[in-house]
T-cell receptor, first 114, second 108 residues
Framework: GAGVSQSPSNKVTEKGKDVELRCDPI?????LYWYRQSLGQGLEFLIY????????KSGLPSDRFSAERTGGSVSTLTIQRTQQEDSAVYLC????????????FGQGTRLTVV | GIQVEQSPPDLILQEGANSTLRCNFS?????LQWFHQNPWGQLINLFY?????KQNGRLSATTVATERYSLLYISSSQTTDSGVYFC??????????WGAGTKLIIKP
């Protein structure tokens, strides 16, 4: 596609439910990043996929968080048993490391846990 | 790992003023980008500038890789320039390392 696409744009869920957030990167981009951002804060790194390498999961805050990237393209971030502190904007970016790795962001998913 | 520091953390200016935002990084980097996060949360690419100087309208940026810093210049500020400006650098694995941002408020 023309840009990074994230869905849904907004998600309201009840505490304890599982949620899945989707990221469609720019076609051909080898690297994909997930971040989250709480109101008024900076970007908090979650996970980084780079080609066929093992993902860098060092930013995942707990074992309730997981992510996968199927076929080197679409990625899904799953949060199990959501808590109120999971409320944030979840941002996805992609880049092509073969051409310098300029990263482009999606519009984000605003997650609210009630 | 690489450390990225941005200054100043906050900046309040009158419309029409010029400003310089700085990004220091602690080691050699593969790339460097400047982003503007607008009040609606969207991250907008301003410059991809691992070295050298680029200009885009009222904005320009310079990266001196050998001295490990980059500068973002905003001239004739407009209220729409308000928001947070982030610097991000790529490490040897192209993992992005982020500064904490500069919050810019342009008053009419």
């Amino acid at each position: 596609g023309a840009g990074v696409s994230q869905s849904p744009s907004n998600k309201v869920t009840e505490k304890g439910k599982d949620v899945e957030l989707r990221c469609d990167p720019i076609s051909g981009h080898t690297a994909l990043y997930w971040y989250r951002q709480s109101l008024g804060q900076g970007l908090e790194f979650l996970i980084y996929f780079q080609g066929n390498s093992a993902p860098d999961k060092s930013g995942l805050p707990s074992d309730r968080f997981s992510a996968e990237r199927t076929g080197g393209s679409v990625s899904t971030l799953t949060i199990q048993r959501t808590q109120q502190e999971d409320s944030a904007v979840y941002l996805c970016a992609s880049s092509n490391t073969a051409t310098g790795a300029e990263a482009f962001f999606g519009q984000g998913t605003r997650l609210t846990v009630v | 790992g690489i450390q990225v520091e941005q200054s100043p953390p906050d900046l309040i200016l009158q419309e029409g003023a010029n400003s310089t935002l700085r990004c220091n990084f602690s080691d050699s980097v593969n790339n460097l980008q400047w982003f503007h996060q607008n009040p609606w949360g969207q991250l907008i690419n301003l410059f991809y500038i691992p070295s050298g100087t680029k200009q885009n309208g009222r904005l320009s940026a310079t990266t001196v890789a050998t001295e490990r810093y980059s500068l973002l210049y905003i001239s004739s500020s407009q209220t729409t320039d308000s928001g947070v400006y982030f610097c991000a650098v790529g490490d040897s694995n192209y993992q992005l390392i982020w500064g904490a941002g500069t919050k810019l408020i342009i008053k009419p």
